[in-house]
């Protein structure tokens, strides 16, 4: 029993990896863009619901849904005024802006919240538990698994069910033709992140409610979201969900085998797959 209790957990928090996996996912898929301050985004958005419930009082939840619309903007502006003037064939400047932006919030963060780690208080949430009688499952797990396979679904539904999507799908082909068919790329670009950005803030919240956080912790989350879109395919949102799985699952194994052994377990799941398949599970341009 305690080896499917060590499989159960690591699926859940496997959901945990997806949500920071999935923003990053949408916006390869679109523009063939990977961001480096990804992670340093999340953790902004931790502090933003932070904020949110100390400085206003306000439930977690309700904290969340307001930032999402200010990150968002944010990610409309930061296309908008500053990626899509670097985007083209070669990868190396949207690369180095990202890096530097990730630099930028990690200080600015620093200099305005300190070196402390923090929380976001989630109440009675925090210790609930359902009993399944095999095994005995956190309830703030069980709600980020399904708040990640929540998005992954609502994220298809709009790629293959929208008059959006249909423009994600034609700018991620090919944006020259898409332009010539009425499609404004760079507006397109825009959207996609502003829509990546709500997701890290879904991810946020999460991460907030169920470890402490601090201003250093972005590159890392980055590392997980990196690697469980590669393993899963880049691009495929299905298959990023697959790769936060298969990482939550060898960290948990790794840490019921030794618990110095959890993140090195995770990374060895990521070379495992890369030697079996070195595009990923479910290689795609965009699912």
């Known amino acids: 029993m305690i080896w499917v209790d060590t499989l159960v957990q690591g699926i859940l928090l496997g959901g945990l990896y997806a949500l920071f996996a999935a923003g990053l996912s949408l916006v390869f898929g679109i523009m063939r863009l990977v961001n480096l301050a990804h992670g340093d985004l999340i953790v902004f958005a931790a502090y933003l619901i932070l904020m949110g419930v100390t400085l206003l009082g306000l439930p977690p939840w309700i904290a969340a849904l307001i930032a999402m619309p200010l990150m968002f903007g944010l990610g409309w502006l930061l296309q908008s005024a500053v990626l899509n003037r670097v985007l083209g064939k070669d990868i190396l400047p949207p690369l180095l802006v990202t890096f530097g932006l990730s630099v930028a919030l990690q200080n600015g963060l620093l200099e305005t919240f300190s070196a402390d780690s923090r929380r976001i208080p989630a109440g009675s949430l925090e210790g609930a538990s359902l009993d399944l009688g095999i095994v005995t499952v956190g309830v703030m797990p069980l709600l980020t698994f399904a708040s990640a396979i929540i998005v992954i679904v609502a994220l298809n539904a709009l790629f293959y069910h929208t008059a959006l999507g249909r423009a994600f799908r034609a700018t991620s082909d090919d944006a020259v033709t898409a332009g010539l068919m009425g499609i404004e790329p760079k507006r397109i670009f825009a959207i996609a992140t502003g829509i990546a950005m709500v997701v890290v803030t879904i991810a946020a919240l999460y991460l907030g409610m169920r470890a402490n956080f601090d201003p250093s912790i972005g590159p890392a989350r980055l590392i997980y979201a990196f690697e469980a879109v590669i393993i899963g395919g880049l691009g495929s949102l299905w298959g990023t969900l697959a790769g936060g799985v298969i990482i939550g699952v060898a960290q948990t194994f790794g840490a019921a085998v ?14 495992a797959v890369m030697l079996l398949k070195p595009r990923g599970l479910f290689p795609r341009a965009v699912d």
Not at 258 to 271: M, T, Y
């Open 258 to 271: 030794n618990p110095e052994w959890q993140i090195l377990a995770g990374h060895l799941a990521f070379l």
